[in-house]
Protein backbone atom coordinates (compact mmCIF):
# COMPACT_ATOMS: atom_id res chain seq x y z
CA UNK A 1 0.00 0.00 0.00
CA UNK A 2 3.14 2.23 1.07
CA UNK A 3 4.50 1.89 -2.51
CA UNK A 4 0.90 2.79 -4.68
CA UNK A 5 1.12 5.82 -2.30
CA UNK A 6 4.09 6.61 -3.16
CA UNK A 7 3.74 5.79 -6.67
CA UNK A 8 0.48 7.99 -6.66
CA UNK A 9 2.65 10.92 -5.30
CA UNK A 10 4.98 10.82 -7.53
CA UNK A 11 2.58 11.03 -10.39
CA UNK A 12 0.89 14.14 -8.68
CA UNK A 13 4.71 15.51 -9.00
CA UNK A 14 5.02 14.99 -12.57
CA UNK A 15 2.00 16.51 -13.52
CA UNK A 16 2.30 19.42 -11.43
CA UNK A 17 6.02 19.91 -12.32
CA UNK A 18 4.89 19.04 -16.16
CA UNK A 19 2.19 21.87 -15.90
CA UNK A 20 4.47 24.38 -14.16
CA UNK A 21 7.33 23.74 -16.27
CA UNK A 22 5.84 23.35 -19.86
CA UNK A 23 5.30 27.01 -21.26
CA UNK A 24 8.86 28.50 -20.26
CA UNK A 25 11.96 29.91 -21.94
CA UNK A 26 12.86 31.55 -25.27
CA UNK A 27 10.15 32.46 -27.68
CA UNK A 28 10.69 31.24 -31.60
CA UNK A 29 11.88 33.98 -33.63
CA UNK A 30 12.54 36.27 -30.78
CA UNK A 31 15.44 37.58 -27.98
CA UNK A 32 12.57 37.30 -25.49
CA UNK A 33 11.51 34.55 -22.93
CA UNK A 34 8.18 33.85 -21.01
CA UNK A 35 9.67 35.17 -17.57
CA UNK A 36 10.60 38.57 -18.66
CA UNK A 37 7.01 38.87 -19.87
CA UNK A 38 5.27 37.30 -16.68
CA UNK A 39 7.31 39.49 -14.73
CA UNK A 40 6.37 43.35 -16.81
CA UNK A 41 3.47 42.33 -17.23
CA UNK A 42 1.84 40.83 -14.15
CA UNK A 43 3.26 43.37 -11.65
CA UNK A 44 4.28 46.39 -13.51
CA UNK A 45 1.46 46.75 -16.36
CA UNK A 46 -2.09 44.90 -15.64
CA UNK A 47 -2.98 47.15 -12.88
CA UNK A 48 -2.52 50.63 -14.91
CA UNK A 49 -3.46 49.04 -17.85
CA UNK A 50 -7.14 48.08 -16.68
CA UNK A 51 -7.58 51.07 -15.17
CA UNK A 52 -7.21 52.87 -18.31
CA UNK A 53 -10.27 50.32 -20.06
CA UNK A 54 -12.18 51.18 -17.51
CA UNK A 55 -12.21 55.15 -18.53
CA UNK A 56 -14.97 56.05 -20.49
CA UNK A 57 -13.23 56.53 -24.01
CA UNK A 58 -12.40 52.49 -24.09
CA UNK A 59 -15.30 51.28 -22.66
CA UNK A 60 -17.71 52.46 -25.44
CA UNK A 61 -16.50 51.30 -28.81
CA UNK A 62 -18.79 51.50 -31.98
CA UNK A 63 -19.99 48.17 -33.83
CA UNK A 64 -22.14 46.29 -36.79
CA UNK A 65 -22.81 43.53 -35.53
CA UNK A 66 -25.87 42.79 -38.23
CA UNK A 67 -23.29 42.98 -41.40
CA UNK A 68 -23.87 39.24 -43.13
CA UNK A 69 -21.34 36.87 -43.58
CA UNK A 70 -19.77 37.25 -47.38
CA UNK A 71 -18.23 34.16 -47.33
CA UNK A 72 -21.26 31.33 -47.07
CA UNK A 73 -24.87 31.52 -46.51
CA UNK A 74 -25.81 31.03 -43.12
CA UNK A 75 -28.12 33.05 -41.34
CA UNK A 76 -28.33 30.90 -38.07
CA UNK A 77 -27.40 32.38 -35.19
CA UNK A 78 -26.89 31.34 -31.41
CA UNK A 79 -30.14 31.65 -29.46
CA UNK A 80 -28.22 31.04 -26.06
CA UNK A 81 -29.09 34.13 -23.69
CA UNK A 82 -25.47 34.63 -23.06
CA UNK A 83 -24.27 34.83 -26.45
CA UNK A 84 -26.43 38.35 -27.01
CA UNK A 85 -24.80 41.63 -26.55
CA UNK A 86 -26.51 44.58 -24.75
CA UNK A 87 -26.21 47.52 -26.73
CA UNK A 88 -25.86 51.27 -25.45
CA UNK A 89 -29.02 53.64 -25.24
CA UNK A 90 -28.17 57.32 -26.92
CA UNK A 91 -27.96 59.04 -23.61
CA UNK A 92 -25.43 56.35 -21.86
CA UNK A 93 -22.80 57.40 -24.34
CA UNK A 94 -20.60 60.47 -23.59
CA UNK A 95 -21.67 63.68 -26.74
CA UNK A 96 -17.92 63.68 -27.04
CA UNK A 97 -17.19 60.47 -28.06
CA UNK A 98 -20.27 60.35 -30.69
CA UNK A 99 -18.91 63.17 -32.76
CA UNK A 100 -16.55 62.76 -35.41
CA UNK A 101 -14.12 59.61 -35.19
CA UNK A 102 -10.78 61.45 -36.06
CA UNK A 103 -11.31 64.06 -33.52
CA UNK A 104 -8.55 64.33 -31.02
CA UNK A 105 -9.13 66.92 -29.09
CA UNK A 106 -12.85 69.80 -29.19
CA UNK A 107 -10.95 72.47 -31.31
CA UNK A 108 -10.25 69.71 -34.04
CA UNK A 109 -13.73 68.31 -33.97
CA UNK A 110 -14.93 71.84 -34.75
CA UNK A 111 -12.09 72.11 -37.84
CA UNK A 112 -13.63 68.52 -38.81
CA UNK A 113 -16.94 69.27 -38.88
CA UNK A 114 -16.00 72.21 -41.45
CA UNK A 115 -13.41 70.01 -43.39
CA UNK A 116 -16.06 67.00 -43.84
CA UNK A 117 -18.04 69.83 -45.30
CA UNK A 118 -15.58 70.85 -47.26
CA UNK A 119 -15.37 67.53 -48.61
CA UNK A 120 -18.97 67.08 -49.45
CA UNK A 121 -18.85 69.28 -52.12
CA UNK A 122 -15.95 68.15 -53.50
CA UNK A 123 -13.30 70.26 -52.84
CA UNK A 124 -11.22 72.74 -50.36
CA UNK A 125 -13.44 75.74 -50.35
CA UNK A 126 -10.52 78.55 -50.62
CA UNK A 127 -12.26 81.03 -48.88
CA UNK A 128 -11.58 78.39 -45.23
CA UNK A 129 -8.92 80.06 -43.20
CA UNK A 130 -5.75 78.90 -43.06
CA UNK A 131 -6.17 76.52 -40.54
CA UNK A 132 -8.94 74.80 -41.58
CA UNK A 133 -7.50 74.11 -45.03
CA UNK A 134 -4.62 72.85 -43.19
CA UNK A 135 -6.66 70.70 -41.65
CA UNK A 136 -8.13 69.32 -43.81
CA UNK A 137 -4.94 67.95 -45.45
CA UNK A 138 -3.97 66.67 -41.16
CA UNK A 139 -7.21 65.35 -39.84
CA UNK A 140 -10.04 63.98 -42.64
CA UNK A 141 -9.80 60.86 -43.87
CA UNK A 142 -7.08 59.64 -46.12
CA UNK A 143 -6.23 56.96 -48.60
CA UNK A 144 -4.40 55.07 -46.23
CA UNK A 145 -6.19 51.53 -47.64
CA UNK A 146 -2.42 50.46 -48.36
CA UNK A 147 -1.55 50.76 -44.27
CA UNK A 148 -4.70 49.20 -43.11
CA UNK A 149 -4.64 45.55 -42.38
CA UNK A 150 -8.32 45.72 -41.57
CA UNK A 151 -11.74 45.68 -43.32
CA UNK A 152 -13.30 48.22 -40.45
CA UNK A 153 -17.17 48.60 -39.96
CA UNK A 154 -18.81 51.75 -41.45
CA UNK A 155 -19.66 53.11 -38.01
CA UNK A 156 -21.75 55.72 -39.75
CA UNK A 157 -24.28 52.97 -40.66
CA UNK A 158 -27.61 52.92 -39.14
CA UNK A 159 -26.72 49.39 -37.52
CA UNK A 160 -23.50 50.17 -35.80
CA UNK A 161 -24.34 50.84 -32.33
CA UNK A 162 -22.34 51.57 -29.56
CA UNK A 163 -21.66 48.58 -26.79
CA UNK A 164 -20.47 49.04 -23.24
CA UNK A 165 -17.45 46.39 -23.30
CA UNK A 166 -17.27 46.72 -19.39
CA UNK A 167 -21.25 45.63 -19.13
CA UNK A 168 -20.33 43.22 -22.08
CA UNK A 169 -17.58 41.11 -20.84
CA UNK A 170 -15.71 37.95 -22.93
CA UNK A 171 -16.60 35.02 -21.60
CA UNK A 172 -17.85 31.58 -21.69
CA UNK A 173 -21.34 31.59 -23.66
CA UNK A 174 -22.28 28.32 -24.52
CA UNK A 175 -21.32 28.40 -28.54
CA UNK A 176 -19.42 25.75 -29.49
CA UNK A 177 -19.32 22.80 -31.62
CA UNK A 178 -19.21 22.95 -35.62
CA UNK A 179 -20.37 26.29 -36.33
CA UNK A 180 -17.70 27.59 -34.13
CA UNK A 181 -15.24 25.06 -35.17
CA UNK A 182 -16.13 26.43 -39.00
CA UNK A 183 -14.65 29.31 -38.21
CA UNK A 184 -11.62 28.85 -37.13
CA UNK A 185 -10.89 26.20 -39.52
CA UNK A 186 -11.33 28.76 -42.49
CA UNK A 187 -9.08 30.86 -40.80
CA UNK A 188 -6.55 28.54 -40.70
CA UNK A 189 -6.86 26.22 -43.59
CA UNK A 190 -7.64 29.55 -46.18
CA UNK A 191 -5.92 32.16 -44.52
CA UNK A 192 -2.63 31.32 -43.09
CA UNK A 193 -0.98 30.27 -46.08
CA UNK A 194 -1.00 26.51 -45.95
CA UNK A 195 -1.39 23.84 -48.57
CA UNK A 196 -4.32 21.89 -48.53
CA UNK A 197 -2.16 18.59 -48.01
CA UNK A 198 -0.54 20.20 -44.86
CA UNK A 199 -3.28 18.98 -41.73
CA UNK A 200 -3.28 21.47 -38.85
CA UNK A 201 -3.70 19.52 -35.43
CA UNK A 202 -6.72 20.72 -34.79
CA UNK A 203 -8.15 18.79 -31.84
CA UNK A 204 -5.41 16.34 -30.15
CA UNK A 205 -7.97 14.81 -28.31
CA UNK A 206 -10.27 13.48 -31.20
CA UNK A 207 -9.45 9.99 -32.77
CA UNK A 208 -6.65 10.58 -35.72
CA UNK A 209 -4.40 12.95 -34.34
CA UNK A 210 -1.53 11.91 -33.55
CA UNK A 211 2.17 12.38 -33.34
CA UNK A 212 2.77 11.98 -37.14
CA UNK A 213 0.37 14.32 -38.27
CA UNK A 214 1.62 17.12 -35.39
CA UNK A 215 5.15 16.31 -36.49
CA UNK A 216 4.37 16.78 -40.26
CA UNK A 217 2.21 20.09 -39.77
CA UNK A 218 5.70 21.82 -37.68
CA UNK A 219 8.09 20.86 -39.88
CA UNK A 220 6.22 22.24 -42.56
CA UNK A 221 5.43 25.25 -40.49
CA UNK A 222 9.52 25.56 -39.11
CA UNK A 223 10.22 25.61 -42.59
CA UNK A 224 8.43 28.80 -44.14
CA UNK A 225 10.02 32.37 -44.15
CA UNK A 226 9.29 34.00 -41.03
CA UNK A 227 7.06 36.33 -42.50
CA UNK A 228 4.58 33.86 -42.88
CA UNK A 229 5.96 31.24 -39.64
CA UNK A 230 4.99 34.71 -38.04
CA UNK A 231 1.78 35.63 -39.41
CA UNK A 232 0.25 31.81 -37.99
CA UNK A 233 1.75 32.81 -34.91
CA UNK A 234 -0.15 35.47 -34.63
CA UNK A 235 -3.95 33.57 -35.46
CA UNK A 236 -2.70 30.75 -33.34
CA UNK A 237 -1.46 32.91 -30.30
CA UNK A 238 -4.96 34.93 -30.99
CA UNK A 239 -7.24 31.93 -30.67
CA UNK A 240 -4.92 31.01 -28.15
CA UNK A 241 -5.91 34.22 -25.88
CA UNK A 242 -9.69 33.58 -26.62
CA UNK A 243 -9.64 30.19 -25.29
CA UNK A 244 -7.67 31.22 -21.55
CA UNK A 245 -10.19 34.02 -21.40
CA UNK A 246 -13.58 31.18 -21.75
CA UNK A 247 -11.87 28.93 -19.60
CA UNK A 248 -10.90 32.03 -16.74
CA UNK A 249 -14.73 33.24 -17.06
CA UNK A 250 -16.41 29.88 -17.30
CA UNK A 251 -20.26 29.54 -16.55
CA UNK A 252 -19.99 27.34 -13.61
CA UNK A 253 -23.35 27.85 -11.92
CA UNK A 254 -26.58 28.66 -13.48
CA UNK A 255 -29.34 28.64 -11.21
CA UNK A 256 -32.82 30.51 -10.72
CA UNK A 257 -30.89 31.47 -7.36
CA UNK A 258 -27.63 32.21 -8.39
CA UNK A 259 -25.42 33.07 -11.74
CA UNK A 260 -21.52 32.11 -10.89
CA UNK A 261 -18.78 32.71 -13.53
CA UNK A 262 -14.99 31.49 -13.16
CA UNK A 263 -11.88 29.39 -13.75
CA UNK A 264 -12.65 26.29 -15.10
CA UNK A 265 -8.92 24.38 -14.71
CA UNK A 266 -10.53 21.01 -16.23
CA UNK A 267 -11.96 23.29 -19.42
CA UNK A 268 -8.17 25.05 -19.12
CA UNK A 269 -6.45 21.44 -19.29
CA UNK A 270 -8.14 20.07 -21.73
CA UNK A 271 -7.25 22.76 -23.97
CA UNK A 272 -3.35 23.45 -23.04
CA UNK A 273 -2.09 20.53 -20.52
CA UNK A 274 1.06 19.38 -22.22
CA UNK A 275 -0.03 15.46 -21.98
CA UNK A 276 -4.04 15.76 -22.87
CA UNK A 277 -3.05 17.79 -25.92
CA UNK A 278 -0.05 15.76 -27.12
CA UNK A 279 2.08 18.35 -26.98
CA UNK A 280 -0.09 21.32 -28.80
CA UNK A 281 -1.04 22.94 -25.57
CA UNK A 282 2.32 24.66 -24.98
CA UNK A 283 2.68 26.19 -28.45
CA UNK A 284 -0.47 27.47 -28.21
CA UNK A 285 0.41 29.57 -25.19
CA UNK A 286 3.86 30.06 -26.75
CA UNK A 287 2.65 31.94 -29.72
CA UNK A 288 0.36 33.76 -27.33
CA UNK A 289 3.31 35.40 -25.80
CA UNK A 290 4.62 36.10 -29.17
CA UNK A 291 1.20 37.90 -30.05
CA UNK A 292 1.93 39.57 -26.48
CA UNK A 293 5.46 41.17 -28.08
CA UNK A 294 3.96 42.21 -31.31
CA UNK A 295 1.06 44.19 -29.96
CA UNK A 296 3.79 45.34 -27.24
CA UNK A 297 5.80 46.74 -29.92
CA UNK A 298 3.07 48.32 -31.59
CA UNK A 299 2.45 50.39 -28.91
CA UNK A 300 5.88 51.33 -28.04
CA UNK A 301 6.84 52.72 -31.23
CA UNK A 302 3.35 54.71 -31.57
CA UNK A 303 4.18 56.70 -28.03
CA UNK A 304 5.30 59.88 -30.41
CA UNK A 305 1.32 59.68 -32.05
CA UNK A 306 -0.13 59.71 -28.46
CA UNK A 307 2.73 62.72 -26.77
CA UNK A 308 1.30 65.73 -29.56
CA UNK A 309 -0.53 68.37 -27.67
CA UNK A 310 -3.18 68.23 -29.64
CA UNK A 311 -3.86 64.69 -29.18
CA UNK A 312 -6.56 64.09 -26.25
CA UNK A 313 -8.55 61.30 -24.88
CA UNK A 314 -11.43 63.66 -25.61
CA UNK A 315 -15.41 62.23 -24.30
CA UNK A 316 -15.96 65.94 -23.57
CA UNK A 317 -15.02 65.64 -19.88
CA UNK A 318 -12.11 68.07 -19.70
CA UNK A 319 -11.19 66.85 -16.41
CA UNK A 320 -11.22 63.25 -16.74
CA UNK A 321 -9.76 63.98 -20.01
CA UNK A 322 -6.55 65.24 -19.29
CA UNK A 323 -6.19 62.88 -16.15
CA UNK A 324 -6.91 59.78 -18.53
CA UNK A 325 -3.98 60.84 -21.43
CA UNK A 326 -1.39 61.29 -18.25
CA UNK A 327 -2.31 57.58 -17.26
CA UNK A 328 -2.28 56.61 -20.83
CA UNK A 329 1.33 58.28 -21.48
CA UNK A 330 2.46 56.38 -17.91
CA UNK A 331 1.43 53.15 -19.58
CA UNK A 332 3.01 53.73 -22.76
CA UNK A 333 6.39 55.07 -21.20
CA UNK A 334 6.09 51.78 -19.18
CA UNK A 335 5.41 50.06 -22.41
CA UNK A 336 8.56 51.60 -23.65
CA UNK A 337 10.92 50.75 -21.12
CA UNK A 338 10.42 47.03 -21.74
CA UNK A 339 13.65 45.73 -22.22
CA UNK A 340 13.72 43.20 -25.18
CA UNK A 341 11.26 44.42 -27.82
CA UNK A 342 10.40 42.58 -30.76
CA UNK A 343 12.20 43.77 -33.84
CA UNK A 344 9.79 44.46 -36.53
CA UNK A 345 12.68 44.76 -38.97
CA UNK A 346 13.17 41.40 -39.21
CA UNK A 347 10.12 41.45 -41.18
CA UNK A 348 9.59 42.05 -44.82
CA UNK A 349 13.45 42.58 -44.68
CA UNK A 350 14.89 41.13 -48.13
CA UNK A 351 14.52 42.39 -51.48
CA UNK A 352 12.69 44.78 -51.72
CA UNK A 353 9.98 44.23 -54.47
CA UNK A 354 10.07 40.77 -52.71
CA UNK A 355 9.10 42.12 -49.56
CA UNK A 356 6.71 44.71 -50.35
CA UNK A 357 4.89 41.60 -52.67
CA UNK A 358 5.01 39.64 -49.43
CA UNK A 359 3.98 42.20 -47.20
CA UNK A 360 0.60 43.01 -49.42
CA UNK A 361 -0.11 39.25 -49.21
CA UNK A 362 0.31 39.17 -45.88
CA UNK A 363 -1.99 42.24 -45.37
CA UNK A 364 -4.73 40.69 -47.51
CA UNK A 365 -4.36 37.43 -46.07
CA UNK A 366 -5.67 39.34 -42.34
CA UNK A 367 -8.23 41.82 -43.89
CA UNK A 368 -9.85 38.26 -44.97
CA UNK A 369 -9.93 37.06 -41.32
CA UNK A 370 -10.87 40.36 -40.05
CA UNK A 371 -14.14 39.63 -42.32
CA UNK A 372 -14.95 36.11 -41.24
CA UNK A 373 -15.63 37.75 -37.91
CA UNK A 374 -19.26 38.86 -39.89
CA UNK A 375 -19.85 35.11 -39.64
CA UNK A 376 -19.27 34.36 -35.95
CA UNK A 377 -23.15 33.06 -35.00
CA UNK A 378 -22.49 34.17 -31.12
CA UNK A 379 -22.82 38.13 -31.25
CA UNK A 380 -20.91 38.54 -27.90
CA UNK A 381 -17.98 36.30 -29.43
CA UNK A 382 -18.34 38.23 -32.95
CA UNK A 383 -18.10 41.72 -30.97
CA UNK A 384 -15.33 40.63 -29.78
CA UNK A 385 -13.28 38.30 -32.15
CA UNK A 386 -14.06 42.05 -34.37
CA UNK A 387 -12.59 44.18 -31.81
CA UNK A 388 -9.64 41.57 -31.38
CA UNK A 389 -8.60 41.42 -34.67
CA UNK A 390 -9.30 45.19 -35.49
CA UNK A 391 -7.16 45.83 -32.62
CA UNK A 392 -4.28 43.45 -34.11
CA UNK A 393 -4.43 44.74 -37.51
CA UNK A 394 -4.04 48.41 -36.03
CA UNK A 395 -0.88 47.15 -34.41
CA UNK A 396 -0.05 45.65 -38.11
CA UNK A 397 -0.57 49.09 -39.62
CA UNK A 398 1.66 50.85 -36.67
CA UNK A 399 4.57 48.58 -37.12
CA UNK A 400 4.82 48.46 -40.75
CA UNK A 401 2.85 51.73 -41.72
CA UNK A 402 5.52 53.55 -43.97
CA UNK A 403 4.02 57.24 -43.04
CA UNK A 404 4.74 56.66 -39.35
CA UNK A 405 8.14 58.18 -37.97
CA UNK A 406 8.62 56.31 -35.21
CA UNK A 407 11.63 56.82 -32.41
CA UNK A 408 11.88 60.12 -33.56
CA UNK A 409 10.11 61.97 -30.91
CA UNK A 410 11.90 65.16 -31.31
CA UNK A 411 10.30 65.36 -34.52
CA UNK A 412 7.31 64.36 -33.68
CA UNK A 413 5.09 61.46 -35.93
CA UNK A 414 3.86 62.53 -39.82
CA UNK A 415 0.32 64.28 -39.66
CA UNK A 416 0.10 62.19 -42.69
CA UNK A 417 -0.48 59.08 -40.04
CA UNK A 418 -3.58 58.27 -38.81
CA UNK A 419 -5.55 56.78 -36.04
CA UNK A 420 -9.23 57.01 -35.75
CA UNK A 421 -10.68 56.79 -32.08
CA UNK A 422 -12.30 52.74 -33.49
CA UNK A 423 -8.58 51.96 -34.05
CA UNK A 424 -7.16 53.47 -30.65
CA UNK A 425 -9.72 51.99 -28.78
CA UNK A 426 -9.70 48.43 -30.32
CA UNK A 427 -5.60 48.46 -30.06
CA UNK A 428 -5.89 49.17 -26.36
CA UNK A 429 -8.32 47.14 -25.26
CA UNK A 430 -6.95 44.08 -27.98
CA UNK A 431 -3.47 44.55 -25.79
CA UNK A 432 -5.75 44.55 -22.75
CA UNK A 433 -7.31 40.95 -23.41
CA UNK A 434 -3.59 39.39 -24.13
CA UNK A 435 -2.45 41.01 -21.18
CA UNK A 436 -4.96 39.96 -19.35
CA UNK A 437 -4.61 36.00 -20.77
CA UNK A 438 -0.86 36.73 -19.42
CA UNK A 439 -1.76 37.34 -16.15
CA UNK A 440 -4.78 34.11 -16.00
CA UNK A 441 -2.04 31.57 -16.85
CA UNK A 442 -0.50 32.43 -13.74
CA UNK A 443 -3.29 32.31 -11.66
CA UNK A 444 -4.31 29.15 -13.49
CA UNK A 445 -0.38 28.09 -12.23
CA UNK A 446 -1.87 29.03 -8.76
CA UNK A 447 -4.82 26.85 -9.06
CA UNK A 448 -3.53 23.75 -10.82
CA UNK A 449 -0.55 23.84 -7.95
CA UNK A 450 -3.04 23.71 -5.24
CA UNK A 451 -5.07 20.85 -7.08
CA UNK A 452 -2.08 18.24 -7.67
Known amino acids: MKKQEKVLHSYKDIVKE??????????????????????????????????????????????????????????????????????????????????????????????????????????????????????????????????????????????????????????????????????????????????????????????????????????????LCVEKRAFYRLISGLHASINVHLSARYLLQDTWLETKWGHNTTEFQQRFDAVLTEGEGPRRLKNLYFLYLIELRALSKVLPFFERPDFQLFTGNKIQDAENKMLLLEVLREIKSFPLHFDENSLFAGDKKEAQKLKEDFRLHFRNISRIMDCVGCFKCRLWGKLQTQGLGTALKILFSEKLIANMPESGPSYEFHLTRQEIVSLFNAFGRISTSVKELENFRNLLHNIH
Do not use: M
Not at 36 to 59: A, H, V
Open 18 to 223: QWYYQVTGYLDDCTCDVETIDRFNNYKLFPRLQKLLESDYFRYYKVNLKRPCPFWNDTSQCGIRDCAVKPCQSDEVPDGIKSASYKYSEEANTVIEECEQAERLGAVDESLSEETQKAVLQWTKHDDSSDNFCEADDIQSPDAEYVDLLLNPERYTGYKGPDAWKIWNVIYEENCFKPQTIKRPLNPLASGQGKNKENTFYSWLEG
